[in-house]
């Protein structure tokens, strides 16, 4: 006998649940949250008709090493416009941006959020948005070249 998904009622397919989680891919479009609690939301941040979305985790080790990247990377390519999310405490959240001095936007979003809510699963990962906040590239960005790989995308904006 078949249920209304087409699984067998008497199967070991019974006890199967829908899959919940979705990576956000190359063509999809990020979800438009609020960022802080000024109601900022993640579509305000794009400028240059581009955003590098970038999430952090602060008790992963390689997100510690990525952060040192994306500080020298705004350095050497001042027109990228960076975002981080990082799941820290306020007072992380606030030293980050006193060391960034408006570089790269820093907010902070718990990790359960950004995992049940906007579908990062696995850190660092970076995201390009376009100007309409669709995802042209995605990759883990844990080294420079993986830096270089997000920003392919935006080549023909000379950046």
Partial sequence: MVNDAGV??????????????FNVEAGDYFKNFVVNESGLKMYDLIKREHLLA????????????SLHIIDSYSLKKPD???????????????LLNDYYKGRI????VGKERMKDE?????????????K???VLR???????????????PLRKLSI
């Fill in 132 to 134: 309409y906040g669709q």
């Fill in 138 to 152: 995605s990759e883990v960005c844990g080294a420079d070249f993986a830096m270089d790989m997000l920003l392919m």
């Fill in 80 to 94: 990228v416009n960076i975002a981080v999310f990082i799941n820290a405490d306020d007072v992380t959240t606030q």
């Fill in 118 to 130: 906007l579908q990062v699963f696995s850190f660092p990962r970076g995201f390009m948005l376009n």
């Fill in 8 to 21: 067998l009622k008497n199967s070991h397919m019974k006890f199967f649940k829908s899959p919940r989680n």
């Fill in 105 to 108: 936007f820093i907010s902070s």
């Fill in 54 to 65: 970038i999430f952090l985790s602060i008790d992963c080790p390689t997100c510690e090493d």
